[in-house]
């Protein structure tokens, strides 16, 4: 009977013990690891190496979902009051290219759990270290925003003024990114950046007054039954132009001159050339482009090479101009 006690007892304390050897993360690890100090995630695993994968994946896998969820809200929101309509950005599938670089990233001693036969593992981040070591990452970003909206504010130009807002649009998305990140960090220290997150809802309606203010007159030296004109016309408008009818409704004139290079006689032959030039009314060229014909165009008569050259250069025209101009009004 007493052999019995003593192997009961035995049995006890054993379990005692290795219930206590279990460490507390392994069963409750956001109480070892409060939310209100560190970002943590527990994995598991075959291996002890597959449990810290696991781990860092789950982090790294919270960390992208949130950022990718609150910057496309962010752009969701961005309005531009104007007197025509209210205008909305909504970016479909904003994600985070950039992988997600970790600070101060630290993990427990892989722990196996008899009972599940699984290793165990947490990695974690204390917040405020991670803080300071990304705070100069977004300070960077802030100080090259702050810098392009500087010279949108001081340029008149409109025409120039809408590269500059896509630039300023381009890297204040990578800043809101940054910011996100600083967000789930530290929320109270990422609040101090609100005047710069204010300064890129700006953007939009800057850029929407822009373009309104980005209307062109052609003017045509030569053109064959309005080919060139009406190449012109079309591309100008299908990248954002509003083509007028008269100079004085218009900011811009697109200044075409057009020289045939007539040579030859009996068949004669042309090979045209064509520089366009896009001039605000102060005078700055604010766009130029230059097509020449590859090859002859042969005719009897004039018309008759104007008829086969003039559909060639205004193709080229219209290329060039939809891939020179075609992103630039759009953010």
Not at 261 to 272: E, H, K, Q, R, T
Not at 282 to 291: F, I, R
Request: negative net charge.
């Amino acid at each position: 009977m007493r052999k019995n006690f003593l192997l009961i007892c035995s049995f006890i304390s054993f379990a005692c013990l290795h219930a206590q050897s279990v460490p507390q993360w392994v069963h409750n690890y956001r109480k070892v690891y409060p939310n209100s100090e560190y970002l943590v995630q527990r994995g598991k695993g075959d291996t002890a190496e597959k449990s810290v994968t696991d781990a860092m994946a789950a982090l790294s896998r919270y960390f992208q979902t949130t950022v990718n969820s609150n910057l496309s809200a962010t752009m969701t929101s961005v309005t531009a009051d104007n007197y025509i309509e209210e205008k909305t950005v909504v970016i479909d599938d904003v994600n985070v290219q950039s992988q997600v670089e970790f600070f101060g990233l630290e993990y427990t001693e892989p722990y196996y759990y008899e009972p599940e036969q699984k290793w165990y593992c947490v990695v974690y981040v204390n917040r405020e270290d991670a803080w300071q070591q990304h705070k100069p990452q977004i300070d960077i970003k802030k100080n090259s925003f702050i810098g392009l909206y500087k010279n949108i504010e001081k340029e008149n130009d409109s025409f120039t003024k809408l590269g500059l807002c896509k630039k300023a649009w381009n890297t204040g998305t990578e800043l809101l990114e940054k910011l996100e990140y600083g967000r789930i960090l530290s929320p109270e220290k990422e609040a101090a950046y609100e005047t710069e997150r204010n300064l890129f809802s700006n953007i939009l309606a800057l850029f929407e007054e822009a373009r309104q203010n980005c209307s062109v007159y052609l003017d045509i030296s030569t053109d064959y039954n309005r080919t060139i004109s009406t190449a012109l016309s079309k591309s100008l408008s299908e990248c954002g132009f509003s083509v007028v009818k008269t100079g004085a409704e218009a900011n811009y004139t697109a200044e075409v001159f057009i020289e045939e290079n007539i040579a030859g006689n009996d068949p004669l032959y042309i090979m045209p050339s064509l520089n366009l030039k896009i001039v605000s009314k102060s005078g700055k060229t604010v766009y130029s482009q230059e097509e020449r014909a590859a090859e002859k165009s042969i005719g009897y008569t004039l018309e008759s090479a104007r008829k086969k050259a003039y559909p060639k250069l205004s193709q080229d025209l219209e290329d060039g101009i939809k891939k020179n101009l075609g992103g630039v009004f759009k953010l």
